[in-house]
């Protein structure tokens, strides 16, 4: 791996990501719309989506990432990509979300603000 790309994840912070995703799972728990028995199937499966990347992110091995293992950086992107991901689907307008979970596309599912947020803070568009 060339330094640069060394470099380019030095400033990644497991931790502070796993604390972030935390804090936007804890953010879907408290939704009103994920109270059992009737969870909203959009906003369960946004909060597995994320759950699962946030099990992708606690099996990363920042020794092997410091050292430039190949392997450990893609886990890295793919993690960062995940992100991003659930970051477009948290903010769709276009009704697809709803389309893919099952949902009503004209009545789509509001996240509300502390979901929004917490997205925002995560991909680091706050």
Do not use: C, W, Y
Not at 59 to 70: A, P, Y
């Amino acid at each position: 791996m060339a330094t640069e790309d060394k470099e380019d994840l030095l400033d990644f912070n497991a931790k502070k990501m796993d604390d972030q995703m935390g804090e936007l799972l804890d953010s879907f728990e408290s939704h009103p719309l994920m109270q059992p028995p009737d969870t909203h199937p959009t906003l369960f499966f946004i909060f597995d989506f994320i759950r699962n990347t946030r099990k992708e992110l606690r099996s990363i091995d920042i020794n092997k990432l410091r050292e430039g293992d190949s392997e450990t950086k893609k886990q890295v992107v793919d993690v960062m990509g995940r992100n991003g991901f659930a970051n477009a689907l948290i903010n769709d307008s276009t009704g697809r979300l709803a389309v893919l979970t099952g949902g009503d596309p004209g009545n789509p599912v509001g996240f509300g603000s502390e979901i929004k947020e917490g997205i925002a803070r995560l991909v680091g568009r706050d």
